[in-house]
């Protein structure tokens, strides 16, 4: 069996894969086709795989990408579901850039496909090169602990929906030299080399000048640097959520109360995870609280758990909740109105 396939088949899940239809996502470029080829070549004789293909405005060769992958879907046997995305000129723009908007319309997509094809897992290519970048791109962002974990191998896409990633301990150029054995072609997006874009950049002027240069294992640096930082960061969740349960407590009105006088005497970096846990716990909207806003209440935390003296008066955090100290050096967290869950 060559590397490539072997490395596919330790990473696909041990049961269940099959039970459903599996949407493929397939750009045409040489991962996403390694990947699909693969599939099809350790898939059982009943699977049901459907390529998923997302024709977007930013690549100026669009339509020979659908073309392509269109045919090498015909080619396998395999339906093939298309849409076009307008990324540019998408009217929910959301304060977002272009490469997020780009990601949040194409996982719409293959969300939506796997709904209609009642599928539970949408299958995608990202590499360990792409794990790569994307922890070297949020690192330079100025992420924590957690995003330096970089992308999961497996996450919830939608509601009874998986998304998974099999290659991500699978470089690049493994994908490449798989489909060179196999005599399979592939398609090289002109829109990776614009370097005007963050990823492109990372890509092109950081990693491959670094792993020419001084660093020729930078990609495997990064990448484990990702597995130490995502095993810190669910140690950090799990004692988040220890110390949420024993030191914080909901109240008849819809708030919290915390105990903080327990609390202060915790790591600030600690206390941040324990406030963000809350949040999630909660369902309080978490897109406008920003690092500051967390702070301003492990601050509040601390002082009232140590009684330092007087602690100013209450305040308003984004999220639609106050933060109001309270005797027994305690804080209440309280909604100033119903608030409702960013999922909802």
Not at 61 to 76: G, H, K, Q, S, Y
């Amino acid at each position: 069996m060559h590397p490539f396939l072997a490395g596919l088949a330790a990473a696909l899940p041990p049961a269940g894969l099959w039970q459903a239809p599996v949407i493929v996502a397939v750009s045409g470029g040489g991962d996403s086709v390694a990947l699909l080829l693969g599939l099809l070549r350790l898939a059982p004789a009943d699977a049901r795989l459907v390529v998923a293909h997302a024709r977007h405005d930013l690549r100026p060769d669009a339509a020979a990408d659908e073309r392509f992958v269109a045919a090498l879907a015909a080619r396998a046997g395999l339906p093939c579901e298309t849409r076009s995305l307008a990324v540019r000129h998408d009217p929910e723009r959301r304060g977002e850039g272009l490469e997020a908007r780009a990601r949040r319309l194409r996982y719409g997509f293959l969300a939506a496909v796997a709904h209609e094809r009642g599928a539970r897992h949408v299958v995608v290519g990202h590499t360990a090169d792409d794990q790569a970048e994307t922890i070297l791109h949020r690192a330079l962002r100025g992420t924590g602990v957690a995003g330096l974990a970089g992308m999961r191998s497996s996450r919830g896409l939608a509601d009874g929906v998986a998304l998974l990633r099999p290659l991500l301990r699978l470089s690049r150029g493994a994908a490449r030299d798989f489909l060179v054995a196999a005599g399979e072609v592939w398609r090289e997006d002109a829109s990776n080399a614009d370097v005007r874009h963050a990823r492109n950049f990372v890509r092109h002027e950081l990693l491959a000048r670094a792993a020419l240069g001084p660093y020729p294992a930078a990609a495997r640096a990064l990448g484990r640097l990702g597995g130490q930082a995502a095993a810190a960061a669910a140690a950090l969740d799990s004692a988040a959520a220890f110390l949420l349960d024993a030191h914080a407590e909901r109240c008849g009105h819809g708030g919290v109360v915390l105990h903080a006088a327990a609390l202060a005497a915790c790591d600030p970096l600690l206390l941040g995870h324990v406030l963000v846990a809350l949040w999630k716990r909660e369902g309080w909207p978490r897109r406008d609280m920003a690092a500051r806003h967390y702070e301003a209440v492990a601050a509040l935390v601390q002082a009232v758990g140590r009684g330092d003296g007087p602690v100013g008066p209450p305040f308003d955090l984004p999220a639609g909740v106050r933060a109001v100290p309270a005797p027994g050096r305690r804080i209440e967290l309280v909604p100033r109105s119903p608030v409702r869950s960013a999922a909802q």
